[in-house]
């Protein structure tokens, strides 16, 4: 069952809400909407009936209140202005209209109190809630503390949690307190505060309130079971003495997800009518509809192809440059039967297992509910892994018909609690096995192994300034604790949020307040981790120092840009003018031996006198490209063609023409996928589109003439 939560803020609208006080640009109520639009933006953005909102002003010009309604005295100037219920961006925006400094500074808080006290009694009933109450005031209207006691008995009885934030309300544990403050306000703050105490709520400056709106806010989940069934070793239905325990599985970490955004378009008066699949209508967009059509080539028919339908499609598996055909019939035949299962296999000692090996979210598995048997076995199993200091090796479905898994079952012991942390492992095909050189050692092509005085491998001296600013930069206890030592953990999991998701979060609920307003800045907190800690850097910075003077660490000077002056070539020292010979008509090379292309097409491009030259030394080398392709067996002149194409674009980045790159590039995907150089060349677009960083097209981000964004170059390849 959802949770079910019931709340109604309170929002004073008095005369003096629309003054600014400490220096602030904006009208005190502008400022503490800041805190109810956002957490009313929450509570839309959750888009859960159960999260009910009701909006009640006090010191309003007119009277709107069911209290009043009823002829009951000192309910005046306050009005509902949102009824308790699900809130709708529809009802946020008209909700906005209403917020409003009054002109008037008559009306009660405490009377408004009751009022949204009883607006949650008859809404929730009986029923299981979370009711609160939100008191938004500057403390400068009428107070009446006659019937304190009863009231917070009655909010204590009902299951209410009272806030009261006050707009510049003294808080020392804040270090806050307003300077010239009236004596009505300082008053009532004591007022409110005694009323707090006695409701057992909570008190405080909207200061304080309005920082915290920076810092996330996890979103609640709900346990999601995993798996549910025996954790059996051996097989119990053959071996009467193998293990079973009843447990159920949880995830312990999953991957947030970021929202996305749906695609819509200004709506129109034709398209007014039409709406969003579980999206809330509005009147400016309108919903983008999909529609997808299949197609087979078909000489006899219009335009040489015909529609097909769906179903009469059927299931291809490429294999080399043709399609296998496996029938729905035949699928189920080959898949392979698996039935809900969860069972060790063998247990491994901790120290001989490599943690790269970790893959996916962690789940946690624990003894079913009221069970005390299987509690019991359970925990015999945790304390003996633990004491031997090994893992288990388990294999689990958790449907029948699901993919088998392997997972590493990790024993973890709290007090109170206790259970299996297990990550899933990878099977062979998941592990990716590469050679590289050995950074302790370095191995002669004779066969003999050196560990020391070789101009590869680290030294002491350099081993020992590494280490000391390695130490310098530990940031294991430096943050400091409530008392100023440097005793907790930087950067620990708990404190470290999702950039990316966060900030979307904090834009879209701007957006839905605010739709003309510029974005906000990025959330400090957000960026908090993005660099180490200045203190620290300068803290270790001597070290640093020792370090690259050991290293003897050197800057590279930038490399340069642009085409290269025929000047800067170093001469030979025998004083012969090269440029002067090759420049001569008769020594120009005027066409590319498709045998000898690259060192020819260099040649070409680096003695022309004119773009004219460098044009046609492109064609040229596209022509060869083509050619290559069209007269390949196979994929026997795919590499050829790729190593021209590469040096193809290298060549126009450094002499600044990707034009005319760009421009080949896209002829050359066009007659590829259309079969014109000698029929299915797929296999090749496929080979391009893995290194599309070194022959995709010429961006702005690579060589500033082009006229290609970095946008278009990523979409280039996925056409």
């Known amino acids: 069952m959802a949770d079910k939560e019931a709340t109604v803020y309170i929002i004073d609208l008095g005369l003096t809400m629309g003054e600014r006080h400490s220096g602030r640009n904006e009208s005190d109520l502008d400022w503490s909407m800041r805190y109810v639009w956002d957490k009313i933006s929450t509570t839309v953005a959750a888009s859960r009936k159960t999260w009910t909102v009701g909006v009640v002003g006090v010191r309003t010009d007119e009277t709107n209140n069911p209290l009043q309604e009823e002829n009951e005295v000192g309910y005046e100037h306050i ?39 009883d607006m949650i009694v008859k809404f929730t009933k009986k029923l299981k809630y979370k009711r609160k109450i939100i008191l938004v005031t500057d403390g400068e209207g009428s107070f009446d503390p006659d019937d304190f006691d009863e009231i917070s008995a009655k909010i204590k009885d009902c299951g209410i949690e009272l806030v009261v934030l006050g707009v510049d309300f003294d808080d020392a544990e804040f270090g806050f307190k ?29 200061a304080e309130a309005i920082a915290e709106l920076e810092i996330p806010r996890l979103k609640p989940v709900r346990p999601y079971k995993a798996y549910d069934g025996p954790l059996t070793l051996g097989n119990p239905e053959i071996h009467p003495d193998a293990m079973s325990i009843a447990v159920e599985r949880y995830f312990k970490t999953h991957k947030a997800t970021i929202p996305q955004a749906s695609r819509v378009v200004l709506s129109s008066q034709t398209d007014a009518d039409d709406e969003m699949e579980g999206v809330e209508p509005t009147g400016a967009f309108a919903a983008v509809k999909n529609a997808r059509t299949y197609k087979v080539n078909d000489p006899e028919a219009p335009g040489g192809k015909r529609d097909v ?4 499609l059927a299931k291809g598996y490429e294999y080399g440059r043709t399609a296998v055909h496996i029938s729905e019939s035949e699928y189920n035949i080959t898949k392979i039967e698996t039935t809900k299962s969860f069972t060790i296999l063998g247990f491994i000692h901790q120290e001989k297992y490599d943690l790269f090996l970790n893959m996916g979210d962690t789940c946690q598995t624990v003894a079913q509910k009221l069970s005390d048997a299987d509690a019991l076995k359970l925990s ?9 200091e090994s893992y288990a090796v388990a294999r ?14 990790a024993p973890h012991i709290e007090p109170e609690f206790e259970c299996l942390y297990d990550v899933p492992l990878p099977f062979a095909e998941d592990v990716r096995n590469y050679q590289f050189p ?27 300034a590494m280490d000391d600013y390695v130490d310098a930069m530990d940031i294991s206890n430096w943050e400091k604790d409530e008392e100023g030592n440097r005793s907790l953990e930087y950067a620990a999991v708990e404190d470290v949020f999702c950039p990316p998701l966060h900030r979307i979060n904090q834009v879209i609920r701007h957006r839905a307040i605010y739709p003309d307003q510029p974005l906000p800045p990025v959330a400090p907190i957000l960026l908090k981790y993005s660099n180490p800690p200045e203190d620290l850097v300068l803290k270790a910075k001597p070290k640093l120092a020792d370090l690259i003077a050991e290293a003897n660490v050197k800057k590279v000077p930038p490399k340069a840009k642009g085409r290269r002056e025929k000047g800067d ?13 090759l420049n001569q008509p008769q020594n120009k090379r005027k066409k590319i031996d498709p045998n000898n292309a690259i060192p020819e097409f260099k040649q070409m491009v680096e003695y022309a006198s004119e773009e004219s030259e460098i044009e046609d030394a492109a064609k040229q080398m596209g022509g060869i490209i083509r050619s290559l ?20 674009r290298d060549t126009m980045v450094r002499w600044e023409m990707p034009a005319l790159y760009n421009s080949f590039l896209v002829d050359f995907k066009k007659r590829l996928l259309s079969g014109e150089l000698g029929g299915d060349r797929r296999e090749l677009w496929w080979q391009m589109k893995g290194a599309r960083s070194s022959l995709g097209l010429i961006d702005q981000s690579v060589s500033e003439p082009s006229n290609v964004t970095p946008e278009e170059a990523a979409e280039f390849f996925k056409k």
Do not use: W
């Not at 050995?438 to 350099?462: A, F, H, Q």
């Not at 070539?569 to 010979?581: E, F, R, T």
């Open 79 to 117: 009005s509902v202005l949102q009824e308790l219920g699900p809130m709708s961006l529809a009802s946020l925006h008209s909700l906005q209209n209403l917020i409003k400094p009054s002109d008037t500074e008559a009306g009660d808080a405490v009377s408004a109190i009751i009022i949204a006290t």
């Open 569 to 581: 070539k170093p001469q030979p020292i025998s004083g012969l003018d090269v440029d002067a010979l």
């Open 380 to 388: 015999s199993l945790i304390h003996s892994l633990q004491e031997l």
């Open 396 to 409: 689990i479905v958790t449907k029948d018909g699901k993919d088998p898994a392997l997972i590493l079952l």
């Open 178 to 206: 307003q300077e010239d403050k009236s004596s009505q306000k300082e008053m009532n703050e004591k007022l409110l505060k005694e009323l707090v105490e006695k409701c057992d709520g909570l008190y405080g400056t909207m």
């Open 309 to 312: 339908e769906f179903e009469s």
């Open 438 to 464: 050995p950074l302790d050692k370095v191995i002669t092509v004779t066969g003999n192994t050196i560990y020391e005085n070789n101009r590869l491998l680290p030294g002491r001296e350099l081993t020992d």
């Open 629 to 648: 392709i069209t007269n390949s067996l196979g994929d026997s002149g795919y590499d050829r063609a790729v190593e021209n194409l590469g040096v193809f």
